[in-house]
């Protein structure tokens, strides 16, 4: 699998095949102000690392990303965007402030240029730490035990 060039069938296997964190996340993170932390994920299965991270505007909880990347590239396989504004996509549909990135290979374009609406999985939004539950269940990632 070219991780620089997916399918968009290979995507959807990636963000839903079994990964695992390889160390806690950050516990020390406050109610309040900016998160910005990096813990890296692994797919043994596809032999993938990744890293996911999450960042939350220092002024406003409500306005917040979760993401995973591709390490060796820094591409982003799949991000949720919270309260981040409306996006508007390449062939200029407007998608609303909650939505979804899921790389996508086309030409001339970055990976994550295209945004969807939020599945129904991911509905708890209302703050980082409710809609890194919901995230980490819809990408199939294990917690570090």
Do not use: W
């Amino acid at each position: 699998m070219n991780i620089n060039e997916l399918t968009d069938t290979e995507v959807n296997q990636l963000i839903h095949s079994v990964k695992k964190c390889e160390r806690q996340i950050p516990g020390e993170t406050p109610f309040i102000g900016r998160i910005k932390d990096d813990t890296p994920v692994i797919d043994f299965e596809n032999h993938i690392k990744y890293t996911l991270h999450r960042y939350r505007h220092p002024l406003d909880a409500s306005r917040f990303s979760l993401h995973i990347r591709f390490t060796d590239t820094n591409d982003m396989l799949i991000r949720v965007d919270i309260q981040n504004g409306k996006h508007k996509n390449p062939d200029g549909e407007i998608i609303g402030q909650n939505h979804m990135h899921i790389y996508h290979e086309q030409k001339g374009l970055r990976k994550d240029a295209t945004a969807i609406p939020l599945p129904n999985e991911i509905h708890n939004i209302s703050t980082l730490f409710l809609a890194l539950d919901d995230f980490l269940n819809y990408t199939n990632t294990k917690l570090y035990k």
